[in-house]
């Protein structure tokens, strides 16, 4: 099975700030990569997919980027909304999916 | 507009039974693959299953295989998960999602789109 590992598990920034999230396969999968935001009590809705195209809806500030086995997310001009948890996913094997464990991203 | 909706969720004991469900609306659920996803209190995201749309392609995380098993019935819209054996460690909010394709570049790239709002499930004597 692909392992997702996300980094940092926490982070805390101001808004207008700049952020990143790392996110890395235990093997290459390509840009089968997915980016979710859960806010608390809610399900994850999802953000970017294939590693860098934006989901309608979702401002542009949130891009992503990276192939094969490193992926960031990043978020430009942070707003108070943003404070969520986000999780990659890998996608390469669907039908035997798998997260990150999670990035918590508070805004001071 | 696309609709998930599980239930079932509530408090059982350890070694005991529950079926959860998954009533789909707003789409075309024959065509649909589908997907649960636990979240255990504090946790991350953990997959759990995956179904075709014809219920002929299964597969199970390795933490619930032999103990859930996940089906369909196609003529009533209806995803479920059968859980047998729990554990306290199961305890959890569980979603369904609808896993599908979209395309960037020419190729498909698989992804969940749709969420149930999730059902708890407590595992606890």
């Known amino acids: 099975d692909i392992q997702m590992t996300q980094s940092p598990s926490s982070l805390s920034a101001s808004v207008g700030d700049r952020v990143t999230i790392q996110c890395r396969a235990s093997?290459?999968?390509?840009?089968?990569l997915n980016w979710y935001q859960q806010k608390p009590g809610k399900a994850p809705k999802l953000l970017i997919y294939?590693?860098?195209a934006l989901q309608s809806g979702v401002p542009s500030r949130f891009s992503g980027s990276g192939s094969g086995t490193d992926f960031t997310l990043t978020i430009n001009s942070l707003q108070p909304e943003d404070s969520a948890t986000y999780y990659c996913?890998?996608?390469?094997?669907?039908?035997?999916?798998?997260f990150g464990q999670g990035t918590k991203l508070e805004i001071k | 507009e696309v609709q998930l909706v599980e239930s079932g969720g509530g408090l059982v004991q350890p070694g005991g039974s529950m079926r959860l469900s998954c009533t789909a609306s707003?789409?075309?659920?024959?065509?649909?693959?589908m997907q649960w996803v636990r979240q255990a209190p504090g946790k991350g995201l953990e997959w759990l299953s995956y179904?075709?749309?014809?219920?002929?392609?299964?597969n199970y995380a390795d933490s619930v295989s032999g103990r859930f098993t996940v089906s369909r019935d196609n003529a009533n819209n209806s995803l479920y998960l059968q859980m047998n054996s729990l554990r306290v460690e199961d305890t959890a909010v569980y979603y369904c999602?609808?896993?599908?394709?979209?395309?960037?570049?020419?190729?498909?790239?698989?992804?969940?789109?749709?969420w149930g709002q999730g059902t708890l499930v407590t595992v606890s004597s």
């Open positions: 999602a609808r896993s599908t394709s979209y395309y960037h570049d020419g190729l498909g790239y698989p992804l969940f789109d749709s």
């Open positions: 707003g789409f075309t659920f024959t065509t649909s693959e």
């Open positions: 179904i075709s749309n014809s219920g002929t392609t299964i």
């Open positions: 093997q290459s999968i390509r840009s089968y």
């Open positions: 294939a590693a860098s």
């Open positions: 996913q890998q996608s390469f094997s669907i039908h035997r999916s798998s």
